[in-house]
């Protein structure tokens, strides 16, 4: 990261620090340099802008303090500022001229009483901050614009006080003695202006954030062990209380529905527009919404532990990250500074030199131009403002993305590796066929094998005990259970040993499956799951999970491949279920039986020939694999999601999450570039403008104001496009 914009921070003490990790909670940062942490409010060492306090609080999101300060200020500049630009522009319009009737001292000593309070009280915050950025040695927006009004000022001042040290044709100008006081009240009320609608913009960024927070209702009905119902603060509900949830209510807390049954509006976590239904067993989360229907549920997680305060903390940390992308920007705004005083300075002696008289006066106008024209918090605003609102977008649909970096290295995906089971799939399978081998009952095998499943997490063990609780088994007690990811699982129960698992997890304890092949590949031809169950090393059954593949997959994959991006499928189970799964699917490349590392190593040989890989995967057997991808897609499962390690979560475990993803991704980097173009094209024509570039041609030269009002828009305009991607399509 570059941070030599930014490094002078000594005099600050010690309550802010360049930190290598972003700012916690109770915090405060700033959104342009997120490396900037302190722990009391205050303005950003490197840009001088008013820090944001770090938080996923409400109240602290909605603190609109500064807004009101700058708010408050610009109306008190208002009327000075008016007054000062009537008195000074009468000069110019016949019938109002204020100098003849006042009197040339009376005229420019009235101009001087009212800019000075708009100067020193209403921008005495910008002059300090300028004051700061020198001393600090961090040069900024508020250097140049301190710089440029107290020059206007102070010229003016120096006019009325010492007219005699000034050449004759400075006085003897076109109205008599020019003065610039007007001008400085009208910047200082220009940027104020700016600033509040900069600030009142900056606020609607958050909004994504505070529609999260808004989610979970602030009471709880709790039904006391009596059976009474009374209202608690949501605060104070702990897990395993009952509560109870009203058609038209909201789930408080994530948790387990134990009574009645619910329509349930879950759009605002997963993105999904369609309700579902919710009964008795189901998981319900907090924020989501009862259509229809009551439901007495049991709280599972409170607090910071619901999938919501996560998506929350993810979404507002995701937010404050930086981009690869910015690098650039910052490098050029450690040079913006210093290269606009030298040209404000170069602009003063080349009028000096070859201007029209009074040189002077065009040498003035013309630095304070360039000074006040120059913006580098336009730069500055590029690119954090459209990460901000980009990630809130994408969280709306129920695509969470950790950081900025991976929001920008999406559009570049290449290929895309999909796990099978729980990914392409639903991972819901159901037992669908028992065969036995030799003198065990299918009830028996069932019984045994669901009793080992029973400990583990895969979608396959579901499907297993579903089916044993269907015929009323009565399961037993494991004892040495050992999980082996990708290959199966293993345990005692009543003294056998009990093996459940692929060809490979049965090899090793030296059963052959071989012999029964056949009639295993008669069911994997339909895309069904195969699984080997051996006691005591001996082949004894297996068992049929059929899975079926997830609505929405092919139209996702559809879309994924016209975008360019090839589809690869990765999985540990067998050749032939994979093959009749990636047949139907139309997928190209499809790599089976393959152990967790190996899945690693597939996405590392495609990295290695320079692709960029996205690998979307259920978490469970995928860790090293989404690891080592570019992008790590982790699917959300119901509300057990692994999503503080995945690059990007999609709460709905739904493909066409990916597309919103990419989609979402190549907009967002879209909308940074055309930032990052309006910032570097606005200075880059502005500044020579402002110098005077136009005037041998057209006789054209800015006035400061002009300035200022251009100044004041260009980082309002940036953040006003930043913006537009809340509305966007992905
Ligand atoms: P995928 O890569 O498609 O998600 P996994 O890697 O999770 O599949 O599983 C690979 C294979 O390992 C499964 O097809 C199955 O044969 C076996 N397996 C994994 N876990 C279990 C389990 N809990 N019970 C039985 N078999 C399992
Ligand atoms: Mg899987």
Redesign the pocket.
Known sequence: MDNSHCCAHDSEGDQTSIAASVAKPGQFTCPMHPEVVAEIAGDCPACGMALDPVSVDKVALQDDTELRHMRRLFWISLPFTVSVFILAMGDSIPGLNFRSSLGGQMFGWLQALLTTPVLFWCGGLFLLRGWRSIVGRAPNMWTLISIGTLAAYGFSLAILLFPDSFPTDVLNSAHGAPLYFEAAAVIISLVLLGQVLELRARGQTSLALLELLDLAPPIAILIDDDGSEREVALADVVVGQQLRVKPGGKIPVDGEVVQGSATIDESMLTGEPLAVERSPGDAVSSGTLIQSGSIVIRAVRVGEQTLLSRIIDLVAQAQRSRAPIQRLADIVAGWFVPIVVAAALAAYFIWMAVGPQPEMIYALVASVSVLIIACPCALGLATPMSVIVGIGRGARDGVLIRDAEVLETFQSVDVLVC?????LTEGLGSLTAIETFGAIKEDELLRLAATV?RA?E?P??DA?VQAAIKRSLELAAVTDFL?I?????QAKVEDQTIV???AA?LGEHEIDVEIENARADHHRGSGA???WVGIDGQLVGLLVVADLIKNSTPAALAALRKSGLRILM?????RK?AEAIGQELKIDEIHAE?S?IA?HDLVKSLQDKGLVVALA??G???APALAQADIGIAMGTGTDIAMETASVTLVKGDLRGIVKARNLSVKTMQNIRQNLFFAFFYNALGVPIAAGALYPLFGFLLSPMLAAAAMSLSSVSVIGNALRLRRIDI
């Open positions: 796990d099978k089971t729980g990914t499943e583990s895969h396959l063990a297993i999980s990811a990708g290959q199966g699982i459940i698992g692929n997890l799951t195969v699984v990765a999985t540990g189970d067998n279920t393959l967790p899945k995967g259920d469970i057997n995928d």
